[in-house]
């Protein structure tokens, strides 16, 4: 079994930050991408961010310049700095992990529960 943990949600004041943490337990050989996505109320899923085995990042155009993601791979762990909130960053965000069980065993994408962010006066 594999679990995938977010924490570090919480409610902010526009152009504040907040430091995103998700942490993968569990039957874990190895990990490959991690990522973040993000769902408002009433509208899809959106991606985030994602961070490669090798280090290598994507942003979506929304976050560019405000959001860093990184990766402990020691710990299993993604993190996503977010700095200069607006309320529209306002959602829960769920990592992602594409994880293989096994030396044996093909990747698979797992998710966790989410965490709520809320950016508001």
């Known amino acids: 079994q594999v679990q995938l943990v977010e924490s570090g949600g919480g409610l902010v004041q526009p152009g504040g930050s907040l430091r995103l943490s998700c942490a993968a337990s569990?039957?874990?050989?190895?990990?490959?991408?991690m990522g973040w996505y993000r769902q408002a109320p009433g509208k899809q899923r959106e991606f985030v961010a994602v961070i490669t085995s090798g280090t290598s990042t994507k942003y979506a155009d929304s976050v560019k310049g405000r959001f860093t993601i990184s990766r402990d791979n020691a710990k299993n762990t993604v993190y996503l700095q977010m700095n200069s909130l607006k309320p529209e960053d306002t959602a829960v965000y769920y990592c992602?992990?594409?994880?293989?069980?096994?030396?044996?065993?093909?990747?698979?994408?797992?998710w966790g529960q989410g965490t709520q962010v809320t950016v508001s006066s």
């Open positions: 992602n992990a594409d994880v293989q069980r096994f030396f044996t065993s093909p990747y698979s994408r797992s």
């Open positions: 569990g039957s874990i050989f190895s990990i490959n991408g």
